[in-house]
């Protein structure tokens, strides 16, 4: 039940999509999903959805996976479309009691799950296809040019590569003791939300303080290799873009171009 | 009477995915009442994951399980009850302890059988004294005590739900040799004074040669050997083959019988072996 949580988990296999680099991911995922919102027409769409589908093909994923994804986000689907629904002004289509549906407001929650669908998958797909640690070296050779101004850039990578490496890991720990507190009879299922909150601290306790442990195992480790920050460190696989690197920016700027006059200025 | 039935057994981790991995193919095995098992296997032979179908936590993907004659995955069947009949040790066990002190913690298995608290606090007295802790420690915090009595902790937190089959997975795992001869004899005590079937897992059988009266072999994924001690340990250079080892004294016996000794090779303590090799040395005319 826990594994069901994909943000943030990669998916081990090989692909283009796979060994592409990770500042090309980076880049692609946040111009999707700004090309998400550029475009507001449903021609616009479909090419994002072949778009989209296209990538899921190459990167070997199943399907399924993203699909579980969805699951985390279905609630806040539910929420976004009847909003849209049942709040947005314009020609009444039907009404009952004091709320009715507008044929705008059919219109943009259709758009709206579209676009949260589109961009989580999107997001999914490239964490999915993109280990921790590139994804936090694309971001931190992205952002490098932030150094000037002092922003904090390694550290901040490094952090984020520290917490999304932990993720798996506390994971697994949480159905470890969730297995051993059942076998002594723990039961987090049934009973009122007060029990049930209750009953997470057989759970909780114990997930801390190997959190804890972790984090302190892991300082130590990295002050004995004399680990001391950002500066005048190299790396051991520096990041080069190859060709197919370019082409994949190639193919972006095209799906952007298509987007844009498709989606936008012509219809 | 409780007997556990293990039904052409098979586990696949992430069906369905590029990691799939089959843990468990066609386990059948017969575990009865009484019965002290060692279950050896070298790292990642499935152990933990096949002790972990025994009290269904984890599904077979395949094959059933049978306890006292009925299906412990049928929608019907009481769960609670199998968790509390069938007590599983989990690997490094002191990691799962979370109440203020040692006493509390122990309670909480009885405690969620539903029994009243009078009852509760008996049989965690009880079980902490079963695994040999004495007093001073009940009101600490767990996290206060040594790696050695955290274990025993643990242990006696499932032992207070008085299940009739007691599954201990590797509990000397990270000990010192004195914490871990002194864990496996209060087991062994424990066991002769209740009755209880016992089933050890670990991968050294110098640990359990000792006390065991049956041991199960575990290969990737598969059962390679289960029969009494003697009769695995003759196997011991297939046992080589897969990264496991007969108990030194067995390699000792054959290489005295080798240089000629009429020495009995099938001996597998060390007690054992030191009246045969007595024996046999009186036997031989100087
Ligand atoms: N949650 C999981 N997801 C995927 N694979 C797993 C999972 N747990 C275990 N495995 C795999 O199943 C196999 C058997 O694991 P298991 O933990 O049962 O081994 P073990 O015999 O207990 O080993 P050890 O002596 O190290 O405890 C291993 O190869 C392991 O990689
Ligand atoms: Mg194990």
């Not at chain 1, 049942?86 to 799950?113: C, D, H, N, Y």
């Not at chain 2, 972990?52 to 599904?59: E, F, K, R």
């Not at chain 2, 739900?161 to 990270?174: F, H, N, Q, R």
């Amino acid at each position: 039940m826990l594994r069901d949580i994909t943000l943030g988990q990669y998916y081990q296999t090989d692909s283009v999509i796979h060994r592409l680099d990770p500042r090309v991911k980076l880049t692609a995922t946040i111009c999707y999903i700004i090309s998400l919102f550029i475009v507001d027409n449903v021609i616009g769409y479909i090419i994002a959805g072949l778009f989209l589908a296209m990538i899921i093909k190459l990167s070997r994923v199943p399907v399924k996976f993203m699909i579980r994804g969805m699951k985390a986000i279905l609630f806040l689907l539910i929420i976004a479309v009847i909003f849209n629904l049942f709040l947005t002004p314009g020609e009444v289509l039907f009404s009952f009691w004091k709320l009715q549906i507008t044929k705008e407001g059919i219109r943009l929650a259709g758009f709206m799950a579209i676009r949260l669908v589109f961009l989580i998958m999107g997001s999914s797909v490239m964490t999915l296809t993109t280990t921790p640690n590139n994804l936090t070296d694309g971001m931190e050779k992205l952002l490098g040019p932030l150094k000037r101004i002092r922003v904090p850039v390694h550290e901040i990578s490094m952090m984020m590569s520290i917490a999304l490496r932990f993720i798996p890991i506390l994971l697994e720990e949480t159905d470890k003791i969730m297995k051993a507190q059942i076998a002594r009879g723990a039961d987090f299922e049934s009973g009122n939300l007060i029990k049930k909150a209750k009953s997470l601290v057989p759970l909780l306790v114990p997930l801390f303080i190997s959190a804890f442990r972790r984090a302190n195992d892991l300082a130590m480790a990295m002050e004995a290799r004399c680990y001391r920050g950002g500066e005048h460190r190299t790396k051991m696989k520096p990041l080069i873009y190859q060709k197919r690197d370019r082409l994949a920016y190639g193919a972006l700027a095209g799906y952007l171009v298509l987007c844009v006059i498709l989606g936008k200025i012509l219809l | 009477m409780s007997s556990l039935i293990l039904d052409h057994v098979n586990y696949i981790y992430e069906a369905g995915t590029a990691m799939e991995f089959a843990a468990l193919k066609d386990i059948n095995l017969v575990i009865n009442k009484g019965e002290f098992i060692g279950l050896i296997g070298h790292t990642g032979s499935g152990k933990s994951t096949l002790v972990q179908h025994l009290n269904g936590l984890l599904a077979p993907s395949s094959g059933n399980i049978f306890f006292d004659g009925a299906d412990i995955h049928d929608s019907d069947f009481d769960k609670k009850r199998l968790r509390s009949k069938v007590g599983l040790v989990f690997q490094y066990p002191e990691h799962q302890l979370f109440e203020i002190d040692v006493f509390s913690d122990v309670c909480f298995g009885p405690k969620n059988l539903g029994l009243d608290r009078k009852e509760v606090e008996l049989r965690a007295y009880a079980a902490l004294k079963q695994v040999g802790l004495s007093d001073e420690y009940f009101y600490q915090s767990p996290f206060d005590l040594s790696g050695g009595q955290k274990r025993r902790v643990a242990i006696a937190g499932v032992l207070a739900m008085k299940p009739e089959i007691l599954v201990l997975d590797e509990p000397t795992a990270g000990l010192d040799p004195k914490g871990r001869d002194e864990i496996l004899d209060q087991i062994a005590k424990l066991r002769e004074e209740t009755g209880i079937t016992v089933i050890l897992v670990s991968h050294s059988m110098e640990d359990v040669a000792k006390y065991v009266s049956r041991i199960i072999v575990m290969n990737r994924g598969q059962i390679m050997f289960d029969d009494v001690p003697r009769e695995v340990f003759s196997h011991y250079k297939e046992l080589e083959s897969v990264g496991l080892a007969a108990p030194q004294v067995t390699y000792i016996m054959q290489a005295l019988k080798k240089s000629g000794l009429d020495v009995d090779t099938d001996i597998t303590t060390i007690r054992e072996a030191k009246t045969e090799i007595l024996r046999a040395l009186k036997k031989e005319p100087s």
